[in-house]
């Protein structure tokens, strides 16, 4: 058991930047990515259907040797919130992770969250973030171009669109004087230079994928998990469209190579 693999699921290749951070910390895991590149994307869709894709996704690890699965999805953290959606081995989202270290890092516990729509409509963030530290004051906003901007790749640091768009949705983040913002959505790591220059120095990004995977390190260890490979350990990714597409576009978000390991398959 803990020589299989993390199973990580997204929507699409957002997911990604989860598992960019899972090789950083964990380097001899392997991981079995799948990506719905068929439905992305899930941010604007109903709690229902996002549920019945998780499900389906879900399923589709199950039939690989995982050992713990971690929806990189904001989305889908969003929609699942807390309730128990896989409860026969260590399972986690990105909103937990993410608040925890946000009520960990505030200082004038005025936090910011920004995500897809469908997130911010949650209110999951406000609910966990809540839970933990009931006097904060929270300033959520959906931004759901970003995730366009990206996967079109206007990621550069000063393109004008990127830039114009950032300071449409954070200007009322940047307004309520926020000093911690949740980068609630697995594409806006990529622009994080953007949104960091927006925001101005004094504001920490917080980003859900790398929380979630120092939770899942933390998880393995204490469940006697991790595994015991000394070799470097490898990515194998599955999606629902097409490969070619994939991995043309996964080095935005994995700054490596993934040809060769990324098969189609259907759910
Ligand atoms: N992966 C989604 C998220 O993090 C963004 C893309 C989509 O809307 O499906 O919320």
Redesign the pocket.
């Known amino acids: 058991m803990k020589n299989d693999a993390i199973g990580v699921f ?3 290749m ?2 990604l930047t989860t598992v960019k951070e899972l090789n950083a910390l964990l380097p001899q895991e392997n991981i079995i990515y799948f990506g ?1 590149t068929a ?7 109903s709690p229902e259907t996002v549920m019945r894709y998780a499900r389906e996704d879900v399923a589709f690890l199950r039939q690989h040797a995982v050992k713990m699965i971690i929806a ?7 929609v699942v919130g807390e309730q128990p959606f896989v409860t026969d081995m260590p399972f986690t989202g ?1 909103v937990l992770p993410a608040a925890e270290k946000a009520c960990q890092v505030t200082k004038n516990k005025r936090i910011g969250v920004i ?5 911010v409509r949650s209110g999951s963030y406000e609910r966990a973030i809540r839970k933990r530290c009931p006097d904060v004051v929270i300033t959520a906003k959906a931004c ?1 171009l970003f ?1 366009h901007l990206v ?1 079109s790749g206007y990621t550069d640091f000063h393109n004008p669109v990127t830039r114009l768009v950032a300071q449409e949705y954070l200007e009322p983040v940047r307004q309520a004087g926020v000093d911690t913002l949740i980068l ?5 790591p990529v622009i994080k230079d953007i949104i960091a220059d927006y925001m101005g120095e004094s504001v920490q990004l917080i980003s ?1 994928g790398v929380e979630a995977a120092q939770f899942a390190k933390a998880c393995l260890s204490a469940q006697g998990l991790l595994t015991d490979r000394t070799t470097s350990g490898k990515n194998t990714y599955y999606v629902s469209d097409s490969p070619e597409m994939f991995v043309e576009n996964a080095g935005h978000f994995l700054h490596r190579d993934v040809d060769g390991s990324v098969f189609r398959c259907s759910l």
Request: glycine residues 22%; proline residues 9%; charged residues 15%.
């Open positions: 997204d929507s699409g957002g997911g719905d439905r992305i994307p899930y941010g604007g869709k990189a999805c904001g989305t889908v953290s969003s990105v995500g897809t729509t469908a997130t759901p995730v996967e609630g959505c697995t594409h806006y859900p």
